[in-house]
Structure formats: structure tokens, C-alpha cells
């Protein structure tokens, strides 16, 4: 058995705390077969998280120091992609209608919404952690350790766009200069892009949020 998401864990007359310590340190609680943490991580809010198959984290490698600005450029990064300048010109060539293409927008921002709903729901679940839906996945499906962490690794890379932002982004700065580049030219740059974005984010993973 996961953690529930419809209701926090409560430490009832069952549950029985294995040791009490300090708000920032964690305290084991035990219910039947279930194990929860409960502490109060770098950014002052207590949280559970399952203490048998899922990690447990203490502090964020990715921090808690999130100002206005990078609130933007973290908006900015998910918002504006290549998509946002490629597929318009296509969705209008298909529905023929610019009322029928603004509708498809409408629909787009109402699915944005429900998803931004669920993230905040889940997200004051685990306000300690980082990791968006993997953590929920790990909280849920704690058994067999690491399975959904793995899995979702995989899936995020086997079924990513890098790859094809990475071209779309090859073919804006060759037009740039006014150059029709042949296909390894084309794959040049954009084999140097993800590289480049690569290194950035492994020389400090907090870069990732400007990427």
C-alpha cells in the first residue's frame, strides 16, 4: 500500500512514532504495515512522505530560493517553446477557420488549468520535495523502490521533444543568417545546442530552471 492523496496521513491512536525529535529532523511514524516521515524541511513546511519504498528527501538540491524573477523565466520556459511558433500556421491550414483555431487556443488554456489545479493539489502534499509528478509517483507506488523514479526517467527521455526543439531551433538560426544548410550542417547546430544545454544544467542543476 502508497500513500493516499485523499487525505494526509494522521498520526491517530494507531499510529505509533518511532522516535521524537526536533521540527527540522525527521520522526518515523508507524501505522500497521505503513511508515511515514514527517518533518520540516529547508523551506519551514512539514510535510509526510513514505518512509519504506520511497526516498526520502530532507532538502531540495534544487533549493527553496525561488524569487519573482525566476518565477518568470520558469513560466516563460514551459509557455513558449517552438510549438508556440510552428504549430499555428498548421492548425489554421487544417481547420480553415481563424473563429475554429482561436477555439482550439480557449480549449488549450482550460486544459492548462485543470492541470495547474492537480499540480497544486498534489503539490501541498509534499511541499518539502522537489520533482513534480515523479515525487507523486514515488509517494503512491512506493513498491518496488525506484521502479516509478526509474521508469519515468526513461520515459521522459525516450519520449522527449528536446530532440526536435533542438532541429526547430537549428533551422530559426540558420535563417537567421540567410543560409539554406545541408542536412549535417543542420544536425551540427543542433547537436551543439543540446549539448550546450546539457552541460548547462549539469555544471549546477539549479540552471535547469533557466534552460
Do not use: C
Not at 505509533?16 to 505503513?34: F, N, R
Not at 530559426?172 to 551543439?192: C, M, N, Q, S, T
Request: no cysteine.
Amino acid at each position: 500500500m502508497g500513500l493516499s492523496f485523499g487525505s494526509k496521513p494522521q498520526a491517530n491512536s494507531q499510529a505509533v512514532p518511532e522516535h521524537s525529535q526536533s521540527d527540522s529532523e525527521a520522526s518515523i511514524i508507524h501505522d500497521g504495515d505503513l511508515a511515514y516521515v514527517r518533518q520540516t524541511a529547508g523551506n519551514g513546511a512539514s510535510g509526510y512522505q513514505e518512509a519504506v519504498g520511497a526516498p526520502v528527501e530532507t532538502r531540495s538540491p534544487l533549493g527553496y530560493h525561488v524569487n519573482w524573477l525566476t518565477i518568470i523565466f520558469l513560466n516563460l520556459n514551459h509557455m513558449v517553446g517552438t510549438g508556440i511558433f510552428s504549430t499555428p500556421a498548421t492548425i489554421l491550414r487544417l481547420t480553415g477557420s481563424v473563429g475554429l483555431a482561436l477555439v482550439y487556443w480557449v480549449i488549450g488554456f482550460l486544459l492548462a488549468a485543470v492541470g495547474l489545479a492537480v499540480h497544486m493539489e498534489f503539490t501541498s502534499y509534499f511541499p518539502n520535495r522537489s520533482g513534480s509528478e515523479v515525487v507523486w509517483l514515488e509517494q503512491g507506488f512506493p513498491r518496488p523502490k525506484h521502479l516509478f523514479p526509474v521508469a519515468f526517467a526513461v520515459q521522459s527521455v525516450l519520449l522527449s521533444f528536446s530532440s526536435s526543439n533542438a532541429i526547430v531551433l537549428s533551422n530559426y538560426l540558420w535563417r537567421i543568417v540567410g543560409r539554406a544548410p545541408d542536412p549535417w550542417e543542420l544536425k551540427g547546430v543542433a547537436i551543439a545546442a543540446y549539448t550546450l544545454a546539457v552541460i548547462t544544467v549539469i555544471a549546477h542543476n539549479k540552471y535547469s530552471l533557466w534552460r
